[in-house]
Nanobody
Framework: QVQLVESGGGLVQAGGSLRLSCAAS????????MGWFRQAPGKERESVAI????????YYTDSVKGRFTISRDNAKNTVYLQMNSLKPEDTAVYYC????????????????WGQGTQVTVSP
């Protein structure tokens, strides 16, 4: 099981930007799909963006397309989420996930999770 540690969350005004980072343990980072999920109070966890092992394929949920960008640096075992034009409805705890693409897309029992980082967007 891979260990994941997120960082970069915080408080930002609407229209601002944040970059989340997720550092992963292990020597096989480049073989994992990596994803970002979020969970707002009272809501279910939802997938935000997913990237495959070599970075050649990405998935974005519709609400973040054109505003968020997922990327990865396999030499640093790190995945990033650049969030621009943030909106109050982006407020949530953001979680990093790792696993096979099919597992991460379904957030199934074979997905590894970080501890989460809070993102708060004020109006």
């Amino acid at each position: 099981q891979v260990q994941l540690v997120e960082s970069g969350g915080g408080l930002v005004q609407a229209g601002g930007s944040l970059r989340l980072s997720c550092a992963a343990s292990g020597r096989t980072f480049g073989t994992y799909a990596m994803g970002w999920f979020r969970q707002a109070p009272g809501k279910e966890r939802e997938s935000v963006a997913i990237i495959n092992g070599n970075g050649g394929a990405q998935y974005y949920t519709d609400s973040v397309k054109g505003r968020f960008t997922i990327s990865r640096d396999n030499a640093k075992n790190t995945v990033y989420l650049q969030m621009n034009s943030l909106k109050p409805e982006d407020t949530a705890v953001y979680y990093c996930a790792a696993g096979r693409w099919s597992s991460v897309r379904k957030a199934d029992e074979n997905t590894s999770w970080g501890q989460g980082t809070q993102v708060t967007v004020s109006p």
